[in-house]
């Protein structure tokens, strides 16, 4: 009959049972944390599963308190689990609304516990009560039964007395009627308590049996968590491993796109290899154009040396010509002197004249 009333997600936590200070993860990632209602037992609880494995069963009760430590964390203690539970909440938010619901039940749970103490305090009362009124019930039936003997002998005033005699036989079998039903009551209040003190002794073989579960579970914790432990250095290894494989998937690339190049440049070469007796061939027919290229090369250099010498010759020729002009020249602009002299003799003379 138990349901569940608010479902949240969380880190959580469990204070060290050694140091009591420091905490201690219950979960390697955030879990489902619910609140359940139970209607038969009107009974709130925190649930919290971690696969197959039950981290938080805590039942609410008036005396617990939720405290937040810090924007994102709060915890609350429980004796019955003798532990302090914590829970780490990705925003302030989801913070904010556990905390408004943990008081919403613990109010809840005060109210039922108030109420249950009121009906067990009332039905008490009321077999206390109906404890004390039988007896003088009983006392006044027979108080009754010897005054209506008498009445049968007395004057007409007894019909009064015997009215109020058959009101009181009245009021005294709806006692007796009540009382009835208040013993029914009481023996039924007797077996609820009987039922819950089985229970109470059953829920405290339940609480050994639950540490002891705890003790077991505790040392499989420190089992996985050393296992853990060795898987997480095994993924770190293999880690390192992918990682020098995707290097060298990245080199094993590289070198297949070398191969395709090289392989495009083979192909290169055999087309270039297909044309090389072509090449050859006109290798051949150039080597014998050069050759007969440098016979009349060999030709034309003795000619060249042969036109170098005339060469030569006319530039001394030239030279010789030159120095010859030279001295002509000076000789003519001594005689261009002279007639200009002359020239200005006969100018002076046609002056004087």
Request: glycine letters at 4%; aromatic letters at 6%; a negative charge.
């Amino acid at each position: 009959m138990e349901q569940p009333i608010y479902t949240t997600r969380a880190h959580v936590f469990q204070i060290d049972p050694t140091t009591k200070k420091n905490w201690v993860p219950a979960s390697k990632q955030a879990v489902t944390v619910s609140y359940f209602y139970d209607s038969t037992r009107n009974s709130y609880r925190i649930i919290s599963v971690d696969g197959t494995k039950v981290i938080i069963n805590s039942t609410i009760t008036p005396n617990m308190t939720f405290t937040k430590t810090s924007q994102k964390f709060g915890q609350w203690a429980d004796s019955r689990a003798n532990t302090v539970f914590g829970l780490g909440f990705s925003s302030e938010q989801q913070l904010a609304k556990f905390a408004e619901k943990f008081q919403e039940v613990k109010e809840a749970a005060k109210l039922a516990r108030d109420k249950s103490q009121e009906k067990v305090e009332t039905l008490s009362n009321h077999s206390q009560e109906s404890g004390r009124e039988t007896p003088s019930n009983n006392q006044a039936s027979s108080i009754n039964g010897t005054d209506d003997e008498k009445i049968s002998h007395v004057s007409p005033e007894a019909a009064v007395l015997k009215s109020e005699n058959e009101r009181l036989k009245s009021a005294v079998e709806q006692s007796n009627t009540n009382a009835k039903k208040w013993e029914t009551e009481l023996q039924t209040l007797r077996e609820n308590n009987a039922r819950l003190v089985d229970a109470l002794q059953e829920s405290s073989a339940n609480v050994e049996s639950w540490k002891k579960q705890l003790s077991v579970c505790k040392e499989e914790s420190d089992t996985l968590r050393e296992k853990i432990a060795e898987l997480e250095a095994q993924c770190k290894e293999a880690d390192q491993e992918k990682q020098k494989n995707a290097q060298l998937s990245v080199r094993v690339r590289e070198l297949e796109t070398e191969l395709h190049d090289k392989e495009q440049e083979l192909e290169n070469l055999r087309k270039q290899a297909e044309i090389i007796p072509q090449l050859m061939a006109e290798c051949e027919s150039i080597t014998t154009k050069l050759q007969a290229a440098e016979m009349k090369n060999s030709d034309l250099e003795g000619r060249i040396g042969s036109l170098q010498v005339d060469i030569d010759d006319s530039r001394q020729k030239q030279g010789n010509m030159k120095g010859e002009l030279k001295k002509f020249m000076d000789v003519l602009d001594g005689k261009i002197d002279e007639l200009h002299e002359f020239r200005q003799g006969l100018s002076k003379l046609g002056a004087d004249n």
